[in-house]
């Protein structure tokens, strides 16, 4: 993505999101860490997702499905096992109709979305929401759209 067209994403999204920010730079921040996540993806993902780097630093696409939970247990789909500040069920992500909804399941150490200082309860999430937990960013992408193909053309028999 060039330096242009990233900061007209910047404007874009200022623009549609009400947002309050106490660090200036703190939107531009975001959008470079969830522009750095898609641009590391050899292609966006077909189906709504997670994007995100784990402990080791790999980007990781898990598709939401039916729904996901995150957290510190082994079972949870998305798993950080070993960071006492991720609760063992942290959060999870479910479709509502044709949304998905972020929940937290109580945690400790709470689930934050965007900007947001406070921790949030249930929230409807919009594609390229950043959830917050602990030192970790993931994004909330609901599909990449790829153009439908050139119909055929009709032959004469």
Known sequence: MSELDFQKRIQEVAETVEITLNEPDGLLEQLRALDGLLASLPEGPTEPSLIFRDPNGSIQVRGIGEGLVFGRAPECEVAFPGYREISKRHF????????????????????????????VDRRLLIDGDLIRVAAFRLAFIRAQTTDAAEPEPETSP
Do not use: C, H, M, Q
């Open 92 to 119: 999870e992500i479910k479709p509502l109709e044709s949304d998905y909804v972020l929940r937290d399941l109580g945690s400790t150490n709470g689930t934050f979305v965007n900007f947001d200082s406070a921790p």
